[in-house]
């Protein structure tokens, strides 16, 4: 038996139990969620069904609010990507064109703050968050989202305005261009792929974040992860339906995302983790 | 006035992403260190009592269970991740129809939240019900009791995490194999290396340095763990399962207790900042250098 046999033979093992480890359960959910409740936990597994969407529609009539917090998670998830791609940009065009031992110490801090472990801050926050009236609001989600995400978007950004000529931006500033409209202008339309790919990460963590969103929301901005919570507690017997459809209203549209921006995801990831 | 604009324009434009990272990240970080010296019930009318806190907690056998299971489901986590991480990158690198869509299906887990994961492996080991307990039963003669059994609990913990985790270890070690030159490892083999010496000598060397970042953001990322052992157990039974973040969660959200939750949470950062300490050390020496 020679290497190339060998390698051949393992190749196809390792894809395969990692194709069956990473989509079985996502599989099983997803295809679980059409079932009734007889077929679900059915011995053996049942592969072929007539699907039903009856879990959904009772999802729909019995929790109500589940819609409210996917609407929710709209808001904030947008928000913080809106918040973290401006501050981010206007940092990294910074960090990309200017030079000084300030700069340098600041681009250090900001490596720096990311390695502290979320949860801790939430203990001086949540006094803070309550005097200042911003508890159970949209709007602390979204600054603390763009908060823990805007180090590695800046980042990113700024290896990618790297690669922007300044001679085309020295072209604009001969005209009499302020660098507001250069960068407005110039570069923002040049680093479009640069936006995409520093923003991918906060939109995955805004849409699924749980911890911040269970400490800071009660009632009015709570977002869909939290609902699905809720839902996961209170159901009782033969109930999985009902979860299993709303765990996959919940995953679907940024499992798409997530598919569609693959590339920029290991552009991402690459870059974050070289640098910090 | 251009001089003027030069100084003061960067700063200007660093300052939005500096202010959301002091004022909700760094300060509250490090005012953590005077609550952890004070006692308070929701973090305010706070009343000096030097260490207490921290006799508190380190007398407290459950904080020490935390920190033990902390300890254990990370570093069972992050080695079997790069376990598991390293086969699938080298199995990733070449070409072959399907490349783009079996890479798309191993980083799914990626976009799938905590609450999501944990449902899917509930369904699957829920007891005398679940499609792998009953495969382990038949097989194995026992099921995962993870709602009873402490040990079992720390497991599913543990599979759920580096299930959700598996995708980024993965797209790193990826990138880092598929930089290494071909001519490199060609000249191996011309050489008669065979293609385990290829892979120890060459491949290894080359992607070494990958491998330790990877592990180094797995370890810091790992010790946050709170989403799923919460939702799966949260912490029980007895509180046996609990990690530090429960342990933190609880004292501060249940008990109102800030005082032994900031001392709590002080320790998770130092955990951090030490295991980050010798990579944030080198990137300072090298920012220095680049001026």
Redesign the interface.
Same mark, same amino acid.
Not at chain 2, 23 to 29: D, H, R
């Given at each position: 038996m020679d290497d190339r046999y060998v390698i051949l033979v393992g190749r196809w093992v390792v894809l395969t139990l990692g194709v069956f480890w990473s989509a079985f359960p996502i599989f099983m959910v997803v295809s679980s969620s059409f079932k009734t409740h007889l077929d679900i936990f059915a011995v053996p597994p049942k592969f072929i069904f007539q699907p039903t969407f009856d879990n959904y529609v009772l999802l729909f009539r019995e929790w109500p609010q589940f819609l409210d917090g996917l609407v929710n998670s709209m808001i904030i998830t947008v928000g913080a990507t809106v918040l973290t791609a401006i501050t981010s940009l206007l940092a990294g065009y910074a960090y990309s064109r200017f030079h000084s031992r300030l700069l340098t110490l600041s681009a250090f801090f900001m490596i720096l703050v990311r390695m502290l472990p979320p949860i801790v801050v939430t203990i001086p926050l949540f006094p803070a968050v309550n005097a200042m009236g911003l508890s159970d609001t949209h709007a602390i989600l979204i600054l603390l989202y763009a908060a823990f995400f805007v180090s590695l978007a800046t980042w990113i950004l700024k290896t990618f305005i790297d690669q922007i000529p300044r001679e085309l931006e020295e072209a604009a500033e001969v005209e009499g261009s302020s660098v507001w409209q250069r960068l407005v202008r110039v570069v923002l339309p040049l680093s479009v792929h640069g936006m995409v790919a520093a923003c991918v990460f906060v939109v995955v963590f805004a849409w699924n974040e749980y911890v911040f969103a269970l400490i800071f929301t009660s009632n009015e901005a709570k977002t869909a992860p939290l609902i699905l919570a809720e839902i996961s507690g209170a159901i009782e017997g033969v109930q999985w339906g009902i979860l299993f459809a709303a765990a996959s209203v919940q995953l679907l549209p940024i499992l798409a995302f997530v598919l569609l921006v693959q590339k920029f995801i290991v552009t991402g990831i690459t870059a974050g983790a070289v640098k910090g | 006035m251009m001089f003027e604009?030069?100084k003061w324009?960067?700063?200007i434009?660093?300052s939005?992403?500096?202010a959301?990272?002091a004022?909700?990240?760094?300060?509250?970080?490090v005012?953590?260190i005077w609550?952890s010296l004070n006692q308070s019930t929701?973090?305010?009318e706070t009343t000096f009592v030097g260490l207490a806190n921290y006799a508190q907690i380190f007398s407290d056998p459950i904080f020490w269970r935390s920190t033990i299971n902390t300890f254990i489901v990370v570093n069972v986590v992050v080695y079997t991740e790069l376990a598991?991480a390293l086969?699938?990158a080298?199995?990733?690198n070449?070409d072959f129809v399907g490349k783009g869509l079996?890479?798309?299906?191993?980083?799914?887990?990626?976009?799938?939240?905590?609450?999501?994961?944990?449902?899917?492996?509930r369904?699957?080991f829920?007891t005398d #019900?679940g499609?792998f307990n009953?495969l382990l039963q038949s097989f194995a003669g026992f099921q995962l009791n993870w709602v009873r059994n402490p040990a079992h609990g720390l497991t599913l913990i543990s599979i759920l995490s580096i299930?959700i985790h598996?995708?980024?270890t993965l #797209?790193?070690l990826?990138?880092a194999i598929s930089t290494v030159p071909v001519d490199m490892k060609n000249a191996a083999r011309v050489e008669g290396a065979?293609?385990w010496q290829v892979f120890r000598t060459v491949t290894m060397r080359f992607i070494m340095p990958?491998v330790l970042?990877?592990l180094m953001?797995r370890y810091?990322f790992a010790?946050?763990l709170?989403?799923e052992a919460w939702?799966l157990t949260e912490g029980g039974p007895a509180r046996l399962t609990e990690v530090l973040?429960i342990y933190?969660?609880r004292a501060?959200?249940r008990y109102h207790d800030?005082g032994a939750?900031?001392a709590t949470?002080?320790a998770?950062?130092m955990l951090?900042?030490l295991v980050?300490s010798f990579y944030?050390y080198q990137?300072?020496k090298r920012?220095?250098a680049?001026?």
């Open positions: - | 604009d030069r324009l960067p700063i434009l660093i939005p992403v500096n959301l990272l004022l909700l990240i760094a300060l509250p970080s005012y953590i609550l929701f973090g305010s598991l086969p699938l080298l199995a990733l070449t079996v890479f798309s299906i191993l980083i799914a887990p990626y976009a799938v939240t905590e609450v999501s994961a944990v449902v899917m492996w369904y699957l829920e #019900i499609m009953m299930w598996l995708p980024f #797209i790193i990826y990138s065979t293609e990958a970042v990877a953001f810091i010790t946050r709170f989403a939702l973040g933190l969660y501060a959200f800030f939750a900031a949470g002080l998770m950062q951090s900042l980050a944030l990137l300072y920012m220095q680049d001026g």
